[in-house]
Antibody
Framework: QVQLVESGGGVVQPGRSLRLSCGASGFNFNTYTMHWVRQAPGKGLEWVAAVSGDESHKYYADSVKGRFTISRDNSLNTVFLQMNSLRPEDTAVYYC????????WGQGTLVIVSS | DVVMTQSPLSLPVTLGQPASISCRSSQSLVHSDGNTYLHWFQQRPGQSPRRLISKVSQRDSGVPDRISGSGSGTDFTLKISRVEAEDVGIYYCMQSTHWPPYTFGQGTKLDIK
């Protein structure tokens, strides 16, 4: 069955960087657009970034454009989120999800940006 | 950007009674391919979101048939015919017709009265 497993979260100071990973299994990974979606504590869902199956297209929310970079390695069935210049407002659980309709979600990884 | 507006934001329901959540979009969600990419998600306490319904009314595997989706254009509804304890959580609508960005509603918190 489909499985998405995020990792790489933690506590980081403002202005620093963090790299999240999401390992996928159970589906034809390289044919699916992959997404990162985040949820700040007690708040709703916010789409963050997407990457097409062949990595030819990448899209970002305005709130992270220029600071975050999404990428993927289809040989590893993994999608990444490089987060630079982190701000306290980036504190959230970060989920990866798949496809055009977000059919599957991982368990999430918590990022806390705090001094 | 397409704004998704849900109502109500809080929905206390008696067990066994029906529940209904409205989702309105700031523009039509009909795609040029003829599909309407409006989806519903459930997030139980302490869990990840789970898709319930895709493309307005297509129930996902394992979703009970007492949960249904309907609507068209800019107005959509998620209905639960008889609320059970396992339905407690927050429900989100989301559109993937006009992207980026993909946009979610604010969420509707369903709990038992």
């Amino acid at each position: 069955q489909v499985q998405l497993v995020e990792s790489g979260g933690g506590v980081v100071q403002p202005g620093r960087s963090l790299r999240l990973s999401c390992g996928a299994s159970g589906f034809n990974f390289n044919t699916y657009t992959m997404h990162w979606v985040r949820q700040a504590p007690g708040k709703g869902l916010e789409w963050v970034a997407a990457v097409s199956g062949d990595e030819s297209h990448k899209y970002y929310a305005d709130s992270v454009k220029g600071r975050f970079t999404i990428s993927r390695d289809n040989s590893l069935n993994t999608v990444f989120l490089q987060m630079n210049s982190l701000r306290p407002e980036d504190t959230a659980v970060y989920y990866c999800s798949d496809g055009d309709s977000f059919g599957f979600w991982g368990q999430g990884t918590l990022v806390i940006v705090s001094s | 950007d397409v704004v998704m507006t849900q109502s109500p934001l809080s929905l206390p329901v008696t067990l066994g009674q029906p529940a209904s959540i409205s989702c309105r979009s700031s523009q039509s969600l009909v795609h040029s391919d003829g599909n309407t990419y409006l989806h519903w998600f459930q997030q139980r306490p302490g869990q990840s979101p789970r898709r319930l319904i895709s493309k307005v009314s297509q129930r996902d595997s394992g979703v009970p048939d007492r949960i249904s989706g309907s609507g068209s254009g800019t107005d959509f509804t998620l209905k639960i015919s008889r609320v059970e304890a396992e339905d407690v959580g927050i429900y989100y609508c989301m559109q993937s017709t006009h992207w980026p960005p993909y946009t979610f509603g604010q969420g509707t918190k369903l709990d038992i009265k």
